[in-house]
């Protein structure tokens, strides 16, 4: 079947991979501020142990299904979307590490550009992982 111009597509399909990574990120984040917050500790101001590791974990989850979803939703046309999703995440993350913005109080000092390159590093993971789902292999004869 012939493939249509259209951008539609393309469109909704950067936007399903970023929609569903900021909603697991920020559920995830939400359910781990709540479990943090339970215990008496303002999350917006100390790290627990393993907080900063569980946010991180969320960001490479989200990011993996995002790309995966975005991949999906575009199968059968180019992988520019994917690569479109992980810049787009890229870019949005590395602004502020470049500009020097100041550090949310307790996080150290890697940790924004782990994020930066995390993402954008997971979207390229899940995409790959569900066009290799879906290849095609060769049928014998």
């Known amino acids: 079947m012939p493939r249509s ?5 393309p469109a909704v399909a950067l936007l399903a991979g970023l ?7 920020f559920v995830g984040t939400l359910v781990a501020a709540t479990l943090v917050a339970q215990r008496g500790v303002n999350p ?7 907080y900063l590791a569980a946010i991180l974990v969320l960001t490479a989850a ?3 299904f995002g790309g995966f979803a975005t991949s999906r939703i575009t199968t059968d ?6 690569f479109l999703l992980g810049l787009l995440l890229f870019v949005s993350a590395v602004v502020p590490v ?3 913005a100041p550090l949310t109080p ?8 782990v994020v930066a390159v995390l993402s954008p590093v997971g979207v390229l993971i899940g995409g790959t992982l569900e066009r290799w789902r879906t290849r095609e292999l060769p049928t014998e004869a």
């Open 77 to 82: 046309r180019s992988f520019f979307t994917v």
């Open 106 to 113: 307790g996080d150290p000092n890697w940790y924004p550009l």
């Open 19 to 25: 929609g569903i990574m900021v909603l697991i990120v």
């Open 5 to 9: 111009s259209s951008i539609i597509r």
């Open 62 to 64: 989200g990011a993996m």
């Open 98 to 100: 470049l500009r020097g």
């Open 44 to 50: 917006t101001r100390v790290h627990p142990p393993g």
